[in-house]
């Protein structure tokens, strides 16, 4: 079964993410705003093609609109980071954790 209440509210996340408007994500896809909006609140089935084209603007595989994030992407991604870190002494880390908390909230203020 397809939730599209879950596809709209991944599409609005990613949408607020990448600094766009219904207007700009629905001039871009090619439909109206109404049309953006019913589909972020589930009020509407998507189409094929939109749905394709919303991935295409949005930058995003599609099994991340259907699904969410993979967990086995998101465990990749820690793992990467942690990586990154071995080796820091704790100047650098305290650094590098002022960096991630800053960014981490302008990400939380976008979203």
Do not use: W
């Amino acid at each position: 079964m397809i939730d599209y209440y879950a596809i709209g509210q991944r599409i609005r996340q990613i949408r607020k993410a990448r600094g766009l408007s219904q207007d700009q994500l629905a001039e871009q896809v090619g439909i109206s705003t109404v049309h953006v909006s019913h589909i972020e609140n589930a009020n509407t089935k998507l189409s094929l093609p939109v749905f394709v084209r919303l991935t295409e603007v949005l930058q995003v595989p599609a099994d991340e609109l259907l699904q969410g994030a993979a967990p086995v992407r998101r465990q990749q991604a820690e793992e990467d980071i942690l990586r990154l870190l071995e080796g820091c002494d704790l100047r650098q880390l305290q650094i590098l954790q002022d960096v991630l908390r800053a960014v981490k909230e302008s990400l939380d203020l976008r979203l």
